[in-house]
């Protein structure tokens, strides 16, 4: 069973970059696939970007071109580098793990019933 654990929020001004980290804790990530979910005040969670077990990346259309999801060469560690943050960026971002030696496709890498492991979330939050 893997724990992600997140890291790397905090407080940016409009047009900044930000780079988020989940750590496996005491596992890695080479069985799983992962993403970065987020949630803002008042909004329903959504998928931001996914990086399946085979290598394949899917973003969300508001984060395409600013937000590059990757992992360490040891699948300890997820990264989200996020460019040229945006006021409506702002949202508890959250890491989660999928299950053991699933792929998942374009249509399910987003959609949070795919994942079964959840950190407790970082906050981001940009101003202008």
Known sequence: ???PVESGGGSVQSGESLRLSCSASSSTFS???MAWFR???????EGVAALDIDGSTT??????????????IAKTTLFLQMNGLK????????CAAGRPNQS??????LDAEWY??????TQV???S
């Open 31 to 33: 069985l799983y696939s």
């Open 125 to 127: 939050t940009v101003s």
């Open 104 to 109: 998942l496709n374009r249509f399910q890498a």
């Open 1 to 3: 069973q893997v724990r």
């Open 59 to 72: 973003y969300a259309d508001s984060v395409k071109e600013r937000f590059v999801v990757s992992q360490d």
């Open 39 to 45: 949630q803002a005040p008042g909004k329903e969670r």
């Open 116 to 121: 079964n492991y959840w950190g407790q979330g």
């Open 87 to 94: 006021l409506e960026d702002t949202a508890i971002y959250y």
